[in-house]
């Protein structure tokens, strides 16, 4: 008889954004006459830039004729696109990543979720608290987290590095010694980042004790101040530490388009091993490439035209960002992040949870967005707003807000 | 320090197509003015049907406007796709398969790589002895396979299931009793498959031991035969023991489009675990959606129009199989499938290896096949020839074979 992968039914309920969507649902069955506005998750509202239609329909039209058709994509991806990233992301930065050293995914989700398969059952994962849940969610489902405290909502083999008002949301080395550290920066959810000297000393830190980052830099098209990395490899010594995700979801709109990359140099190995090594053969034999259309969309966000658009798109969700947290912050809320991420994150009012406040605003304002919580026991008493609505949609829901 | 996951260094040169894909190169660059046709990866060469080429200018356009921009897709994919599959793939054919037990994905690579996930660490597979390399694969990464002796080409801890000229390339019950059965049919490589009845004695026999079978239904649009089934689930119980994978790559040509989709019945089920709400949650959490696009041009495959071309499409690759199976038979050879199978499978002349005979045919005629040993040790002394190249093509690479 066959037996089931026992892990999975440690996972305390279901995927928060699944969760949200039920709630969410529920609440509009039941009053279909009420105007929902969803600030929850993270998903663009913004059609895609003209640059990038004009692409994805030349390369459709490739597709209708057997002399320009293309079949099965190289595994690492196309060398356009590939050489787009590695010019533009990294060498224009002064970073020293090639090529080769990209692999092409259809996302940042699945890149931060599988990329654990290539270390040790036994490795110590430590992540930022609160943080995208999609870190600890994969390692649970492959038996890396111990077990469960339902009490403390956490796991016994996660070393968590709270970020919280307190130290400014900036991560202190943990006490114990992690293997692998995610980080993710600019931060999701709380919308906060840290400084390259500081990040520097993490990477310091990794090559000191051993460990591999894994960094997700989904939200680096929103960085507005100067002294903050738009990539780990600004850091001396990141090549022989890190891998960088990156996704194309927030600075293009790729949401419902679906592109990502990961950046695993050759440096960085673990004894003889080579994870560059490692990753191509998972890409090779456990995925099949991003669709052409989708590589060729990629490809037009890096041109001149392509690039101004997205700043402009970018621009737009900042103004929301701005709008929410000089709004919250009129109606007396206690509010970060929005200067270098599309997200604002706010203190709970009157010691509700976070799951409390979520019901609250739903039902009270229609306004729909994340709780705290749902990233981390540290996220509890916070809730994130996000910056992805409409401009229209944003100014209601603040006006909602305020009357509350 | 961290530690990599030992078993991806136990996997014995790299991926199959990768290493065909390298040989090829070096062979191009010695040779730049050589004319190389390849009848090796399974790649298609027909431009995709105008009425998928429609649907999809007409999504990319929704895409430019805001109010018909689609972000992040439903977890197991947009409703109007899985009406569509549910409705033409199974409830026509009298499949009891509903909407919501089918998840759209972005291939049925990932997902035959993918699936072995929710199964326990010490499960036993067994697998067909020739098959896709990649459901061993998989399964040698996530540590389930045991030790490799090289001499015999074999995992200790998997179950082969010889299929070859001697048992007319029917998989037999195996001696020890497996966890997970993987079935692909018709079978890649051997562009075989078994009948109705044999199916249904897989399914008996899987839910008397209570093993699951993963079954790959890849090249279904293949079948010619009447007592042949196009789903597992017209067998009778299967709805207990099986998991379905489909692709979209060959019947419509999406292989750089990247579609597939999973039926997972509700009534699967190991104990109180529900492997439809396992399935659920990895599709959540590892994977965010095939593309909005994608899942459109996957919708017009089922439309009255895009079937009528799809049929056409079909009908040339099978042509090109009966060239290559009356074209080889002619000049000698013995030769297998091309009759539910866009592949044909040969038995090599004058007891070449499968490797010297790829060395041969490459730069005797530049032809590019696949090695049968690399789909497993019982593929030794065979070799895959593909349909999927053009007509013009196939038959010139018929007329090398035949001046060798």
């Known amino acids: 008889m066959y037996k089931i992968n026992e892990n999975y039914q440690k996972l305390p309920g279901s ?20 105007d929902i506005i969803r600030l929850g998750i993270g998903d663009v509202t913004q059609p895609l830039a003209p640059a990038v239609i004009a692409a994805m329909h030349k390369a459709v039209d490739e597709m209708a004729d057997a002399a320009t058709f293309r079949g099965y994509a190289p595994d690492l991806g196309y060398e356009f696109l590939r050489n787009a990233i590695a010019s533009c992301d990294y060498q224009s930065r002064g970073c020293d990543i ?13 890149d931060s979720a599988n990329i654990q398969e290539i270390f040790a059952q ?30 403390s909502e956490t796991w016994s083999d996660v070393i968590y590095m709270p970020c919280t008002m307190e130290n400014g949301f900036v991560p202190e080395f943990p006490k114990e010694t992690p293997d692998i550290i995610y980080l993710c920066l600019p931060n999701n959810p709380t919308g906060t980042t840290i400084t390259k000297p500081q990040l520097q000393e993490w990477v310091d830190y990794a090559n000191k004790v051993g460990a591999v980052i894994i960094y997700d830099g989904a939200y680096e098209a929103y960085i507005s101040e100067e002294n903050v990395a738009h990539s780990i490899y600004e850091c001396e010594g990141a090549r022989t530490c890190a891998i960088e995700l990156k996704s194309f979801s927030k600075n293009a709109g790729f949401t419902g388009v679906r592109l990502g990359y990961t950046v695993v140099p050759k440096d960085l190995k673990c004894g003889g091993a080579s994870l560059h090594g490692m990753w191509a053969r998972r890409h090779g034999t456990k995925f099949n490439g991003a669709p052409y259309i989708v590589q060729r969309a990629g490809e037009a966000t890096y041109s001149p035209e392509g690039k101004a658009q997205l700043k402009e798109q970018v621009a737009y969700y900042m103004k929301n960002a701005s709008a929410i947290k000089s709004g919250l912050q009129e109606a007396g809320y206690t509010v970060f992040g929005g200067v270098n991420a599309p997200y604002i ?16 605003l739903l039902e ?13 026991p540290s996220g509890e008493g916070y809730f994130r707003l996000t910056a992805f609505g409409s401009y229209e949609n944003t100014k209601k829901a603040l ?5 509350l």
Chains 1, 2 share one sequence.
């Open 345 to 360: 994150w706010l203190k709970t009012p009157d010691k509700m949870t976070s799951w409390e406040f979520f019901d609250y």
């Open 122 to 151: 036994d490795n110590r994962i430590a992540v930022c608290d609160p943080v995208y849940p999609v870190y600890v969610d994969s390692n649970v489902m492959s038996g890396r987290t111990g077990t469960y405290d339902a009490a």
């Open 98 to 110: 090639s090529p080769d050293e990209i692999f092409v995914s259809d996302g940042a989700k699945s």
């Open 364 to 376: 009270q304002a229609n306004v729909v967005g994340t709780p705290g919580s749902g990233f981390g």
């Open 399 to 403: 006006e909602r807000i305020r009357k």
């Open 15 to 34: 995927y928060l954004f699944s969760t949200i969507a039920k709630k969410v649902a529920a609440y509009t069955e039941a009053n279909p006459d009420k």
